[in-house]
């Protein structure tokens, strides 16, 4: 059997069709254009999922199941709960898209779908449980345990960037104060740099970006960081720091066997991985016990199509 | 079939038999004596084992197993990992006791084994996940996950109360900084109530202690802010805002269908529960998604010797 995958993103909507080991047999994309009614959005979801089954040459018999990763909440029963970049609330996705291609439909927050996408044919596969962050915009979060994904009894667990870090810190997109998000993510980065560099004008950083704040990305500043930058280096070291304190909750909460780091923040690859594994062990609550297997994603960009097919799985 | 259950704690072992509801139908204790020798300990375990079964009538053929609730890590082969108040590290106790009573052994950290309590026999019974916390000195929690009792991959799970709610802030006993049973346990109320007290020796607080800060304690200050004591009040509110951040931590975390209030502090009732409540909503990531459902234990200090019991049954 095959599984349809669509990751639901605010730019674009990638669609692909997978096989049995997680692998994408054939992909397709289109524009988003998020401000559509929802209707006009999901025909062109199902015109997608037709186009890769053409590619791949299956017919809808071939199909088990369609999965859809969405950047909000969905609910059990394939309703997207809210839906902020695409300004959804209430919408019977399922119901909708099962009008095109009468398949079971599964839907599932992108985070996770990522982190199930992993656990199926990625670097978590085989483990029993482990916990996905994507370091990018925000913090995003993919929990399993026991084999399953565990979003919780109301569909609001596994936001660990809005779990609170510091009582009382740095105000959060959501209305909260100090949430995890603030400081571990890309955008915390680049707020810790623009803050280090307002009173370094002269650092490696503000000469990679010619000295427009507007473009210090996490990117800039671990090149200067790899540089020995004095400036990145003591950015970086608080990023490290505000992250591993997070990934050490992580552990005296739910102590996972394996922890996985992905979003774009992760491309940092080793540089990053090193540094937390380095930085871990003063925070370990059980420093003698075992601790579980940090390790970066493996899929990349397919996670979102890969982990929303697979929702058929679960 | 009857279980027993055995509570080990640093000042009394209390050992009960229990059945298959869940009630306890004979019990006894004896002085832990802390300092002596592991083997001398566990063969008064087994002494009031068999005397609480000779007290219930029964024999042990009655008896399907033997479970254990330590203030401390054990491993899923019945040693105890660390236990910290009794000096104990890689202790055995498993084939220790089937010296005496040749029955499965079971042995899980006390606060988890609260947790497993109430689910089997109290308040969170019916519920298919829940957190329960201990308010205690410290801050214990016992996490149940799809009917099953989550402790991680290591055993290093469930301890909430090492989670960082404040990065660099008040220094724990661990070593580390900023955990959450520095803010969210009659401790964290102790301290509070003193730093408040030291500029307010006329508060009625003091007043309650005739002046003395080391009779302070969290039925004093609670009950000088039932009385509307201006700085009871604002130490009470302080801990719940603390109290309230944690709990919102575990719901953005797993999102539990039930959060469980236990431990000396939650002898407070509903003064404590409703001020919880109100404070809530605040801090909630999706407020009008579905939430746990916030609840006092209902088993007090039994919860012990009921939740080792029943520790054979998960």
Redesign the interface.
């Known amino acids: 059997m095959y599984y349809i995958g669509i990751d639901l993103g605010g730019t674009n909507i990638a669609v692909g069709a997978v096989n049995e080991e997680g692998r994408i047999i054939a992909k397709t994309e289109t524009p988003t254009l998020a401000s559509r009614p929802y209707p006009e959005l999901v025909k062109d979801m199902a015109a997608c999922a037709r186009r890769v089954m053409e590619e791949a040459h299956i017919t809808e018999d071939d199909i088990h199941s369609i999965g859809i990763g969405i950047p909000g909440?969905a609910s059990k029963d394939g309703m997207v709960?809210?839906c902020t970049n695409l300004g959804w609330r209430n919408v019977p996705i399922r119901a909708e898209i099962q009008q095109y291609i009468n398949k079971p439909v599964f839907v599932d927050n992108d985070a996770t779908v990522a982190g199930w996408a992993e656990y199926q044919a990625g670097v978590s596969r085989g483990t029993?449980?482990s916990v996905f962050l994507t370091l990018g915009t925000g913090l995003g979060s993919g929990?399993i345990?026991?084999g399953?994904i565990?979003?919780?009894?109301?569909?609001?667990?596994?936001?660990?960037g809005?779990?609170?870090?510091?009582?009382d810190g740095v105000p959060c997109t959501?209305g909260?104060r100090g949430c995890a998000e603030r400081?571990c993510s890309a955008t915390a980065i680049i707020r810790m740099a623009r803050e280090a560099c307002s009173d370094a004008p002269n650092c490696a950083i503000m000469r990679a970006v010619n000295g427009d704040m507007d473009r210090i990305n996490a990117k800039v500043v671990f090149d200067a960081a790899k540089e020995g930058d004095s400036v990145a280096v003591q950015v970086f070291n608080s990023f490290i720091?505000?992250l591993t304190?997070d990934i050490?909750?992580v552990?005296?909460?739910?102590?996972?066997?394996m922890i996985i780091l992905g979003g774009g923040v992760s491309r940092a690859g080793d540089f990053l991985l090193d540094a937390v594994k380095a930085a871990l062990p003063e925070?370990?609550?059980?420093p003698t016990?075992?601790?579980?297997e940090l390790r970066l994603a493996s899929l990349g960009n397919e996670a979102g199509i890969i982990g929303a097919a697979l929702l058929g799985k679960e």
């Open positions: 909440v709960i809210f029993n449980s929990i345990i026991n399953k565990w979003a919780g009894a109301h569909g609001a667990g596994g936001e660990l809005h779990v609170v870090l510091e009582v959501c909260k400081y720091k505000y304190i050490n909750n552990i005296s909460f739910l102590d996972p066997e925070y370990l609550f059980y016990l075992g601790c579980p």
